[in-house]
């Protein structure tokens, strides 16, 4: 990127132009100057910049947003739902407002009238601010690869007025709301809906974990769940599902369960069918969206809120899937357990480094934690059926049909049955989704809890 040399050329009566010549991209100019000292000042100062190694190409400023946002993209690597999650800001917000705009036409002043624009427009301020961090992001990389000086986003100080924007507090459910929300989940979505609200509710789980938890990960005879380090968790992201590791490093971790949820989940198993624990009916993963809208929404904001059919009442309008997670820490935190052992039965990073290095969760502790549980579910709910016992351990009477093939799959087919198996590339490897014949596929749509053709996937390869 080095300028070789520099000179003043007049170009017309009263108009001169600095041509330079620069490594690997030829002879360019820069005109519009009305005297010839003009011309050798912009010259010299060029060369100035060169020596200094703050030049700036004034061509390569002149590279549009759109542009640079296709040669950005080629250069990420992340995961493809944050992937798609920049590709919908991009389209909805910025390029319309940047698209055409060269990188060095962008300014702080104009940024800032549009972020103004967004708000009054009726953007919620988390998403105004997640279009500024994304615009940043895009002008940063920019700016170190030398197309324009400086980032004109970036943060600072402005005076005005201070915000007096209250932040709402997060919704979050007692014990007793959890099992009447589960209680009208199983009316509408059936068993396996209600126990995975309690599941959630008593564990602190994401949906991830839950929805990708495996029977292999369940251990009824240590009383314990396993969320795996790498397919620990389902991810979803447009049309495509696939196993990957859960969300930190720290949520790959054993959860204690207490004794009542080991034998719901043991009588649950014994008549489950499905190699996962969590599934649709036909056996199928559970689709997120399609799960909250016909049966987590009405049963949590009642069906006059939620626009379905008559029969729920509103428990806990606002309450969110990820609320019952919250709703574990609160009740954690109301038993009096210490916050190492929150940390690690939410799978999170403790700032202190002290407390994560020297802190460690005794079995004594992890058992009154239990204890706190227990009670709060049988002063919920009545106590749940004791398990048959001709009901084995890990529940394995009922045949177990696999959702994956469990033979090594090294190339792809060019033609593909329905019914069988094929192999999906993610961040911790392949992974074999199943692709259900048209009898599944439309059996499975008829279900509550699946949407007509959302079940069958694309044969493209997926990313983790």
Known sequence: MEVVVAWVEQCGRRSWRVRYRRQGFGVRSVSGFGSRR?????????????????WIDPADSAVTVVEWVARWFRSLDLDRRTIESYRSRLRCHILPRFGALPLGAITALGVTEWARELERAGYAPSTVSSQLNLLSMLLTDAADERLIPFNPVRRRRRRGR?????????????????VRIAAQAGL????????????????????GELAGLHRDNVDLRRGVIVIDPLVGALHESGSMRWLGPPKTRASARTIALPPFLVALLRAHLARHRSEFV?????????????FLRRVFRPAVDGSDASGTKPGSAAVRPGLTFHGLRHSHKTWLIAGG????????????HLDNRVIETY????PEVEQRLLDDLKR?????????????????????????????AT???????????????????NGAGAVLQFCPTRAQDRAASRSLLIEPGMQKTPPTSQEG
Do not use: K, M
Request: charged share 20%; glycine share 6%.
């Open 38 to 54: 003009d011309a050798v000042a912009y010259a010299a100062g060029l060369e100035v910049d060169r020596r200094r190694r703050v």
């Open 162 to 178: 201070r915000s007096r924007r209250a932040v709402a507090e997060r919704v979050w459910a007692t014990p007793e709301q959890v």
């Open 188 to 207: 509408l979505g059936g068993p396996i809906a209600r126990l995975l609200i309690i599941t959630a509710a008593w564990t602190g789980c994401r949906w």
């Open 278 to 290: 969590f599934t649709t009916p036909s056996g199928t993963w559970l689709w997120r969206s399609t």
């Open 337 to 348: 357990a210490p916050e190492i052992a929150q940390a690690r039965r939410l799978g999170h």
């Open 359 to 362: 802190s460690h969760v005794a």
């Open 376 to 404: 709060r579910w049988h002063t919920a709910a009545p106590p749940p059926p004791t398990s048959s016992p001709s009901v084995v351990d890990r529940g394995r009477v009922a045949p177990v049909v696999p959702l994956f």
């Open 407 to 425: 033979v090594g799959v090294t190339r792809r087919p060019s033609r593909r049955a329905a019914g069988t198996p094929h192999r999906r590339w």
